[in-house]
Protein backbone atom coordinates (compact mmCIF):
# COMPACT_ATOMS: atom_id res chain seq x y z
CA UNK A 1 0.00 0.00 0.00
CA UNK A 2 1.42 3.39 -1.62
CA UNK A 3 0.87 5.36 2.32
CA UNK A 4 2.44 2.84 4.22
CA UNK A 5 5.32 2.54 2.55
CA UNK A 6 5.42 7.07 2.24
CA UNK A 7 4.95 7.07 6.40
CA UNK A 8 7.47 4.49 6.42
CA UNK A 9 9.81 5.97 4.66
CA UNK A 10 8.93 9.38 6.51
CA UNK A 11 9.88 7.60 9.71
CA UNK A 12 13.57 6.85 8.62
CA UNK A 13 14.16 10.25 7.11
CA UNK A 14 13.26 11.68 10.04
CA UNK A 15 16.08 10.01 12.19
CA UNK A 16 18.47 10.59 9.46
CA UNK A 17 18.19 14.22 9.14
CA UNK A 18 19.36 17.49 11.62
CA UNK A 19 16.35 16.92 13.18
CA UNK A 20 17.67 14.15 15.29
CA UNK A 21 19.61 16.09 16.97
CA UNK A 22 17.05 18.26 18.81
CA UNK A 23 15.14 14.38 19.43
CA UNK A 24 17.91 12.85 21.32
CA UNK A 25 18.47 16.19 23.08
CA UNK A 26 14.86 16.32 24.28
CA UNK A 27 14.52 12.91 24.82
CA UNK A 28 18.00 12.57 26.72
CA UNK A 29 16.52 15.65 29.29
CA UNK A 30 13.42 13.85 30.18
CA UNK A 31 14.98 10.53 30.36
CA UNK A 32 17.20 12.46 33.35
CA UNK A 33 13.86 14.10 34.56
CA UNK A 34 12.93 10.38 35.53
CA UNK A 35 15.69 9.14 36.69
CA UNK A 36 16.84 7.03 34.18
CA UNK A 37 20.46 6.60 32.81
CA UNK A 38 21.71 8.19 29.74
CA UNK A 39 24.55 8.28 27.60
CA UNK A 40 26.52 11.31 25.87
CA UNK A 41 25.51 11.26 21.80
CA UNK A 42 26.84 13.45 19.58
CA UNK A 43 24.74 16.03 17.90
CA UNK A 44 24.32 19.21 16.26
CA UNK A 45 22.51 22.02 18.89
CA UNK A 46 23.06 24.61 16.28
CA UNK A 47 19.72 25.12 15.12
CA UNK A 48 18.41 26.22 18.34
CA UNK A 49 19.88 28.91 20.20
CA UNK A 50 19.95 28.51 23.64
CA UNK A 51 21.21 31.90 24.89
CA UNK A 52 17.74 33.65 23.92
CA UNK A 53 15.86 34.46 26.78
CA UNK A 54 12.36 33.34 26.62
CA UNK A 55 11.25 33.84 30.66
CA UNK A 56 9.04 36.69 29.31
CA UNK A 57 7.04 34.64 26.81
CA UNK A 58 3.69 34.16 27.30
CA UNK A 59 3.40 30.33 26.30
CA UNK A 60 0.86 28.30 25.87
CA UNK A 61 -1.62 27.46 28.95
CA UNK A 62 -4.82 25.63 27.54
CA UNK A 63 -7.47 23.76 29.90
CA UNK A 64 -8.16 21.54 26.92
CA UNK A 65 -7.06 20.38 23.47
CA UNK A 66 -9.86 22.66 21.65
CA UNK A 67 -8.65 26.04 23.61
CA UNK A 68 -6.16 25.67 21.03
CA UNK A 69 -7.44 24.12 17.65
CA UNK A 70 -10.04 26.86 18.19
CA UNK A 71 -11.90 27.16 14.31
CA UNK A 72 -12.06 25.35 11.41
CA UNK A 73 -9.87 26.13 8.99
CA UNK A 74 -9.62 25.17 4.77
CA UNK A 75 -6.08 25.00 4.01
CA UNK A 76 -5.04 25.48 0.24
CA UNK A 77 -1.72 24.35 -1.40
CA UNK A 78 -0.64 25.67 -4.51
CA UNK A 79 2.65 24.73 -6.37
CA UNK A 80 4.96 27.28 -8.24
CA UNK A 81 2.99 27.84 -10.94
CA UNK A 82 -0.23 28.44 -8.46
CA UNK A 83 -2.11 25.32 -9.63
CA UNK A 84 -3.63 23.81 -6.78
CA UNK A 85 -2.17 20.76 -5.24
CA UNK A 86 -4.55 19.79 -2.32
CA UNK A 87 -6.79 21.04 0.15
CA UNK A 88 -6.96 19.96 3.83
CA UNK A 89 -10.53 20.60 6.14
CA UNK A 90 -9.58 20.59 9.98
CA UNK A 91 -12.62 20.23 11.92
CA UNK A 92 -12.32 21.71 15.46
CA UNK A 93 -14.70 20.21 16.83
CA UNK A 94 -13.73 16.69 16.26
CA UNK A 95 -9.78 17.57 15.88
CA UNK A 96 -9.35 15.35 12.35
CA UNK A 97 -8.36 16.30 9.37
CA UNK A 98 -9.34 15.42 5.67
CA UNK A 99 -7.06 16.13 2.78
CA UNK A 100 -8.70 15.89 -0.93
CA UNK A 101 -5.76 16.04 -3.81
CA UNK A 102 -6.15 15.37 -6.95
CA UNK A 103 -4.01 12.44 -8.10
CA UNK A 104 -6.44 10.48 -5.69
CA UNK A 105 -10.08 9.67 -5.00
CA UNK A 106 -10.06 8.91 -2.11
CA UNK A 107 -8.87 11.46 0.75
CA UNK A 108 -6.36 11.00 3.66
CA UNK A 109 -7.38 11.50 7.41
CA UNK A 110 -5.71 12.48 10.04
CA UNK A 111 -7.04 12.37 14.00
CA UNK A 112 -5.75 13.71 17.35
CA UNK A 113 -4.17 10.45 18.22
CA UNK A 114 -1.66 10.40 15.91
CA UNK A 115 -3.35 8.48 13.28
CA UNK A 116 -3.00 8.61 9.63
CA UNK A 117 -5.87 7.11 7.41
CA UNK A 118 -5.03 6.12 3.80
CA UNK A 119 -7.27 3.83 1.60
CA UNK A 120 -5.76 0.93 0.47
CA UNK A 121 -7.44 0.00 -2.91
CA UNK A 122 -6.45 -3.41 -2.68
CA UNK A 123 -8.38 -4.38 -0.39
CA UNK A 124 -11.23 -1.70 -0.76
CA UNK A 125 -10.78 -0.68 2.47
CA UNK A 126 -9.52 2.75 4.85
CA UNK A 127 -6.63 1.80 6.73
CA UNK A 128 -4.98 3.73 9.85
CA UNK A 129 -1.57 3.97 11.12
CA UNK A 130 0.42 5.83 13.62
CA UNK A 131 3.72 6.48 13.65
CA UNK A 132 4.53 6.96 16.59
CA UNK A 133 2.47 8.17 20.35
CA UNK A 134 1.18 11.30 20.39
CA UNK A 135 3.54 12.97 22.49
CA UNK A 136 7.17 11.35 20.35
CA UNK A 137 5.09 11.96 16.70
CA UNK A 138 4.25 15.76 17.90
CA UNK A 139 8.07 16.27 19.40
CA UNK A 140 9.12 15.21 15.69
CA UNK A 141 6.47 17.47 13.85
CA UNK A 142 7.55 20.46 16.22
CA UNK A 143 11.62 20.01 14.89
CA UNK A 144 11.00 18.96 11.38
CA UNK A 145 8.28 21.94 10.38
CA UNK A 146 10.52 24.63 12.39
CA UNK A 147 14.07 23.64 10.73
CA UNK A 148 12.83 22.82 7.23
CA UNK A 149 10.30 26.35 7.04
CA UNK A 150 12.56 28.40 9.08
CA UNK A 151 10.29 29.27 11.63
CA UNK A 152 10.88 30.48 15.60
CA UNK A 153 10.81 27.15 16.69
CA UNK A 154 9.81 27.84 20.59
CA UNK A 155 6.03 28.50 19.96
CA UNK A 156 5.87 25.42 18.14
CA UNK A 157 7.46 23.31 20.68
CA UNK A 158 5.73 24.84 23.38
CA UNK A 159 2.47 24.07 21.80
CA UNK A 160 3.24 20.55 21.72
CA UNK A 161 3.80 20.65 25.16
CA UNK A 162 0.77 21.42 25.92
CA UNK A 163 -1.01 19.45 23.81
CA UNK A 164 1.12 16.33 25.01
CA UNK A 165 -0.06 17.21 28.94
CA UNK A 166 -3.31 16.45 26.93
CA UNK A 167 -2.38 13.00 25.37
CA UNK A 168 -3.10 15.16 21.80
CA UNK A 169 -1.13 14.32 18.81
CA UNK A 170 0.65 17.28 16.26
CA UNK A 171 -0.82 15.47 13.60
CA UNK A 172 -1.84 18.06 10.82
CA UNK A 173 1.16 19.11 9.25
CA UNK A 174 0.95 22.78 7.83
CA UNK A 175 -2.45 23.63 9.02
CA UNK A 176 -1.56 23.43 12.38
CA UNK A 177 0.83 26.38 12.08
CA UNK A 178 -2.64 28.72 12.08
CA UNK A 179 -3.23 27.81 15.82
CA UNK A 180 0.15 28.44 17.07
CA UNK A 181 1.87 31.32 15.11
CA UNK A 182 1.03 34.83 15.48
CA UNK A 183 2.67 38.51 14.28
CA UNK A 184 3.88 38.84 17.48
CA UNK A 185 6.03 35.67 17.44
CA UNK A 186 7.79 37.48 13.96
CA UNK A 187 8.04 41.08 14.86
CA UNK A 188 11.26 41.17 17.08
CA UNK A 189 12.97 38.64 15.38
CA UNK A 190 15.85 40.03 13.47
CA UNK A 191 15.13 36.88 10.99
CA UNK A 192 12.05 38.60 9.27
CA UNK A 193 11.11 42.10 8.36
CA UNK A 194 7.11 43.31 8.69
CA UNK A 195 5.80 45.12 5.68
CA UNK A 196 2.24 45.79 5.52
CA UNK A 197 0.06 45.09 2.59
CA UNK A 198 -3.10 45.57 1.06
CA UNK A 199 -5.82 42.57 1.94
CA UNK A 200 -9.45 43.64 1.23
CA UNK A 201 -11.38 45.29 3.17
CA UNK A 202 -8.01 45.35 5.56
CA UNK A 203 -4.62 45.40 5.92
CA UNK A 204 -2.09 42.42 6.36
CA UNK A 205 0.95 42.14 8.22
CA UNK A 206 3.82 40.43 6.13
CA UNK A 207 6.88 39.46 7.73
CA UNK A 208 9.60 38.21 4.71
CA UNK A 209 12.36 36.13 5.75
CA UNK A 210 16.06 37.66 5.44
CA UNK A 211 17.82 33.90 5.02
CA UNK A 212 18.97 34.35 1.37
CA UNK A 213 18.18 30.65 1.37
CA UNK A 214 14.42 31.43 1.42
CA UNK A 215 14.33 34.44 -1.23
CA UNK A 216 10.75 35.90 -1.67
CA UNK A 217 9.71 33.64 1.39
CA UNK A 218 7.23 35.38 3.77
CA UNK A 219 3.94 34.60 6.42
CA UNK A 220 1.50 36.86 6.28
CA UNK A 221 -1.66 37.89 9.01
CA UNK A 222 -4.36 39.51 8.52
CA UNK A 223 -6.00 42.22 10.88
CA UNK A 224 -7.20 39.81 13.41
CA UNK A 225 -3.60 38.41 13.52
CA UNK A 226 -4.69 35.29 11.76
CA UNK A 227 -2.51 33.15 9.81
CA UNK A 228 -4.15 33.94 5.94
CA UNK A 229 -0.81 32.93 3.81
CA UNK A 230 2.69 31.62 3.30
CA UNK A 231 4.97 31.18 0.86
CA UNK A 232 7.88 29.44 0.40
CA UNK A 233 10.84 29.68 -1.85
CA UNK A 234 13.66 27.42 -0.29
CA UNK A 235 17.15 26.33 -1.35
CA UNK A 236 17.96 25.21 1.72
CA UNK A 237 19.61 21.95 1.76
CA UNK A 238 16.68 20.20 4.14
CA UNK A 239 14.13 20.73 1.44
CA UNK A 240 16.38 18.26 -1.06
CA UNK A 241 13.23 16.69 -3.15
CA UNK A 242 13.34 19.56 -5.48
CA UNK A 243 15.85 21.61 -6.43
CA UNK A 244 14.35 24.67 -5.76
CA UNK A 245 11.11 24.27 -4.08
CA UNK A 246 8.42 26.65 -3.53
CA UNK A 247 4.68 26.40 -3.21
CA UNK A 248 1.74 28.67 -0.95
CA UNK A 249 -0.42 27.81 1.63
CA UNK A 250 -3.59 30.02 1.65
CA UNK A 251 -5.76 29.61 4.99
CA UNK A 252 -9.68 30.49 5.27
CA UNK A 253 -12.17 30.08 8.06
CA UNK A 254 -14.55 28.50 7.03
CA UNK A 255 -16.70 25.87 8.94
CA UNK A 256 -16.64 22.94 7.78
CA UNK A 257 -17.25 19.14 8.84
CA UNK A 258 -14.90 16.11 8.83
CA UNK A 259 -16.04 12.17 9.48
CA UNK A 260 -13.53 9.89 10.15
CA UNK A 261 -13.96 6.54 8.24
CA UNK A 262 -14.63 3.15 9.42
CA UNK A 263 -10.88 1.83 9.25
CA UNK A 264 -8.75 -1.05 10.32
CA UNK A 265 -5.98 -1.09 12.09
CA UNK A 266 -2.09 -1.52 10.47
CA UNK A 267 1.51 -1.90 12.22
CA UNK A 268 3.68 0.41 10.17
CA UNK A 269 6.19 -2.51 10.70
CA UNK A 270 3.86 -5.45 9.17
CA UNK A 271 4.71 -9.01 9.61
CA UNK A 272 7.05 -11.05 12.63
CA UNK A 273 9.12 -7.82 12.74
CA UNK A 274 6.03 -5.70 13.93
CA UNK A 275 5.44 -7.94 16.87
CA UNK A 276 8.94 -7.44 17.99
CA UNK A 277 9.01 -3.44 17.46
CA UNK A 278 6.51 -1.75 19.52
CA UNK A 279 6.35 1.36 17.77
CA UNK A 280 3.28 1.96 20.89
CA UNK A 281 5.56 2.56 23.25
CA UNK A 282 7.97 4.70 20.91
CA UNK A 283 10.66 6.87 22.48
CA UNK A 284 8.95 7.46 26.07
CA UNK A 285 9.01 3.76 27.09
CA UNK A 286 8.74 4.78 30.99
CA UNK A 287 4.93 6.51 30.30
CA UNK A 288 3.78 3.18 29.73
CA UNK A 289 5.74 1.51 32.36
CA UNK A 290 4.18 3.74 34.56
CA UNK A 291 0.60 2.94 33.24
CA UNK A 292 1.41 -0.96 33.19
CA UNK A 293 2.35 -0.52 37.34
CA UNK A 294 -0.59 0.93 37.86
CA UNK A 295 -2.58 -1.41 36.18
CA UNK A 296 -1.17 -4.03 37.99
Known sequence: MKIKCFLLTLVIGLFSSNIQAQ????????????????????????????????????????????????????????????????TA????????????????????????????????????????????PASSMGFMMAGMTTQAYKLPQEPYFEAFEALSEKEIAMNFLIVELAFIYKPKHFEDDDNYRLQSVPCFPDVCKRF?????????????????????????????????????????????????????????????????LGKMLNLERGLEPWKHNKKDKQKN
Open 208 to 272: YYNDPEYQGSYIQFDAKDRLVEFYINSTNAQMADNKNPSGKFIYSYKNCSVKLPDAVEQSMVPGP
Open 89 to 132: FFDADLIAMRTETSVSAQPIFHDSKGYFYGFNDEEGRYEKMSIL
Open 23 to 86: LLEKLKQRAEEKGLETREVSYDSTAYDESKDHSDEEGFKIESAHDLFNSDVVMELYDRNDQLVQ
